[in-house]
């Protein structure tokens, strides 16, 4: 943990302050022109208390490009977190940051998520313990009356895991978002399931929902992968996957998160972005379920090269040939089989190869295909239940249940 501050670049410690010896959870957020940040610790403090102590950072932020209005809206937000610091508004420990001027190549809710994560490591640091849980959050979310608790079990019951996902459900109250809203919502939260559970279908070897405020990770674990990348969106998917190759991932089961569906266009993709799409009326099309059976002979072929020590071209689907190309492929294979010392070994690092990164970079190179085009959601999901015979249902509403039971059923099968 010290190392990583001498290794990467961090911003100096926020916080002169005595950390609590038995801190063992830090809830991290970024808040950018967002008062909803209130009904987020409003919803941590009406949560279960867990035994150990928590720290919540919240870390207002802002561009050098960002509009004065907003400047203002931050700082203020600022001064009442601080107000309710000071007045010990909750049980747990608030710690307000505000960052302001960040250069615009660096400027987004990345950029938050690093600096507060970066600072909950620091009071690990602080008080020796490595093993201290980083959760995110947003502040659009509202959060399980078990939240802690069930993280805290999670972390108590499987010490050696350093990385845990949650399962999620969006924030459907129709008295504080539009149908429109919700129906926009229902549908991108089914696409998301859709995409876990084909990518599950391929064999891949880390298949987990990867959400900025639905994650929590161990400091050692966030230090050991570099820390939290400052991008201005997909930090999380980045961040994730890659300390998922560092540490096994438990997937909490409980639905301990309630992001909000509402429209937003502060990050290029994500609900925000889909909401907006499917609201205008534009058709909304997911990647083509064919692919993903594309993927799993890919992936199914891994041990048979093993096996025979010879890479077998018309064992390698040819739309995976001419995505990377035989040259490139075969470096890639005989590098790995030449440094692996056992099968396990070498599906690990075959993994680290063709990775999550991979795995998106080669879906998005169909979305103009005439080959694989994209599908329409409802067309996608019916293609996707017929493998499990499973007939679809007639509405949204069902649709969004079913593909919710099925999910759950083999997200739990996986992981637990």
């Known amino acids: 943990m010290q190392i990583y501050f001498e290794r990467f670049k961090t911003c100096p410690p926020f ?15 970024p808040c950018y022109d967002d008062d909803d940040v209130f009904l987020t610790l409003n919803s941590l403090q009406e949560a279960q208390r867990p035994k150990c102590t928590v720290e919540v950072i919240v870390v207002v932020n802002s561009a ?6 907003i400047v203002q809206k931050n700082r203020s937000v600022f001064e009442k977190l601080q107000q309710f610091y000071s007045e010990k508004k909750y049980f747990f420990e608030l710690s307000p940051i505000l960052i302001e001027n960040v250069p615009k190549k660096f400027a987004g809710v990345g950029n ?13 640091l602080q008080i020796g313990k ?30 050696d895991i350093q990385l845990f996902t949650f399962n999620f459900q969006h924030n459907f109250d129709e008295k504080r978002f539009s149908k429109q809203e919700i129906f926009a919502c229902k549908l991108y939260e089914i696409y998301l399931r859709y995409y876990r559970i084909a990518l599950q279908e391929t064999g891949f070897s880390h298949c987990f929902h990867t959400i900025g405020s639905c994650f929590a990770v161990t400091a050692l674990a966030y230090t050991k992968v570099g820390g939290m990348p400052r991008l201005q969106a997909g930090e999380d998917f980045y961040f994730l996957h890659k300390a998922a190759q560092y540490t096994k991932n438990n997937v909490i089961m409980q639905k301990i998160v309630s992001p909000a569906p509402r429209i937003s266009e502060r990050v290029p993709f994500g609900t925000g972005k889909a909401v907006i799409k499917i609201i205008s009326g534009e058709k909304y099309t997911v990647y083509n379920y064919g692919l993903f059976a594309v993927l799993k002979r890919f992936f199914d072929c ?8 010879k890479v077998d071209f018309p064992l390698i689907p040819a739309e995976i040939t001419n995505y990377f190309s035989e040259e490139k492929l075969l470096k890639i294979f005989n590098e790995v ?12 690092r075959l993994y680290t190869k063709f990775d999550a990164f991979f795995v998106v970079q080669f879906l998005n190179s169909f979305n103009n295909s005439a080959i694989f085009p994209p599908m329409e959601i409802n067309v996608a999901v019916e ?16 649709n969004f249940r079913i593909i919710e039971n099925l999910n759950d059923k083999l997200l739990n099968e996986l992981y637990q």
């Open 337 to 348: 089989i030449s440094n692996s010392k056992h099968k396990e070994q070498y599906i690990k």
């Open 64 to 69: 050098e490009n960002t509009p004065e209005n």
């Open 112 to 124: 938050a998520r690093k600096v507060g994560s970066d600072e909950a490591v620091r009071h690990f």
């Open 302 to 309: 891994f041990t048979k090269i093993y096996d025979t020590k």
């Open 15 to 29: 916080f002169d302050k005595k950390i609590a010896k038995n801190t063992e959870m830090i809830v991290v957020i």
């Open 130 to 159: 490595s093993n201290g849980l980083i959760a995110g959050l947003d502040c659009d979310c509202l959060v399980a009356e078990n939240y802690f608790t069930e993280i805290e079990k999670a972390h108590k019951q499987n010490p």
């Open 383 to 398: 293609n996707l239940l017929k493998t499990y015979n499973i007939s679809a249902g007639k509405t949204l509403d069902e």
